[in-house]
C-alpha cells in the first residue's frame, strides 16, 4: 500500500501571494499523480493529472511538479476562490490513495 | 459532458447494508475504458476509495473493506452500485461516485450523498 503526505496541514496566505503545496508518495508513483481542489458542501474537482497536466478548464495560475515520490502543487497569485482544501492522490497501481489534505486560508 | 448522481437512503441501521447507486448521463457507461468508483469521506476527514467495476463487470475493492463491499453495474440502466454490509458508525460518511480513465485520476464526481449509521 502506498502512503500519501502532505504538507502542511494549514496554509495562510494572503490574497494574490504564491501558494507552494507538497505531496510526498512512500514509493515511487512516477508521474501518476492527480491533485483536487474541494470546497465546503462540494465534491473534490480534479485541478492537475499526470503531475504536471491541467484538467480542462483549469485556470494557468495551478501548475504542478514532481516525479517519483515528491510533488508540488503551486497557486502562482492566490484568488478569492482559491481558498480549500487541496488533495494529491496516486495511481500508479491499482489502489488508488489520497493524502490527508491541505487547507489553504486566508491570511 | 457526463455527470453522474448518487442516489440512496440518507439513514442506515447499525448491522444493516448500505445500498447507493450512483446514475450515469450524458453518456454510456459501457463505452470506453473507464472504471466507476466508489469513495467517501467521513465529516471534516479526508478521501477513502472504497472499490471500482469496469465496464466488464470486473471489480477491484480497497482492503481495508473488501469483505463487505460488493459493487456492481447495470448497464440497462447506466448505472453503477455499492453495497456495505455490516455497517457502523465509522461508516457515516458523504459517498462519492467517480469516473476514472484507465483506472487513472477522477473525473467527473458526482456531488456525493451523506450516509449516517445510527439507530
Known amino acids: 500500500e502506498i502512503v500519501m503526505t502532505q504538507s502542511p496541514a494549514t496554509l495562510s496566505v494572503s490574497p494574490g501571494e504564491r501558494a507552494t503545496l507538497s505531496c510526498r508518495a512512500s514509493q515511487s508513483v512516477s508521474s501518476n499523480l492527480a491533485w483536487y481542489q474541494q470546497k465546503p458542501g462540494q465534491a473534490p474537482r480534479l485541478l492537475i493529472y499526470g503531475a504536471s497536466t491541467r484538467a480542462t478548464g483549469i485556470p494557468a495560475r495551478f501548475s504542478g511538479s514532481g516525479s517519483g515520490t515528491e510533488f508540488t502543487l503551486t497557486i502562482s497569485s492566490l484568488q478569492s476562490e482559491d481558498f480549500a482544501v487541496y488533495y494529491c492522490q496516486q495511481y500508479n497501481n491499482w489502489l488508488p490513495a489520497f493524502g490527508q489534505g491541505t487547507k489553504v486560508e486566508i491570511k | 459532458q457526463v455527470q453522474l448522481q448518487e442516489s440512496g437512503p440518507g439513514l442506515v441501521k447499525p448491522s444493516q447494508t448500505l445500498s447507493l447507486t450512483c446514475t450515469v448521463s450524458?453518456?454510456?457507461?459501457?463505452?470506453?475504458?473507464?472504471?466507476w468508483s466508489w469513495i467517501r469521506q467521513p465529516a471534516g476527514k479526508g478521501l477513502e476509495w472504497i472499490g471500482r467495476?469496469?465496464?466488464?463487470?470486473?471489480?477491484n475493492y480497497n482492503p481495508s473493506l473488501k469483505s463487505r463491499v460488493t459493487i456492481s453495474v447495470d448497464t440497462s440502466k447506466n448505472q453503477f452500485s455499492l453495497k456495505l454490509s455490516s455497517v457502523t458508525a465509522a461508516d457515516t460518511a458523504v459517498y462519492y461516485c467517480?469516473?476514472?480513465?484507465?483506472?487513472?485520476?477522477?473525473?467527473?464526481w458526482g456531488q456525493g450523498t451523506l450516509v449516517t449509521v445510527s439507530s
Open positions: 467495476i469496469y465496464t466488464s463487470g470486473s471489480t
Open positions: 450524458g453518456g454510456s457507461i459501457s463505452s470506453g475504458s473507464y472504471y
Open positions: 467517480a469516473r476514472s480513465i484507465a483506472g487513472a485520476q477522477f473525473d467527473p
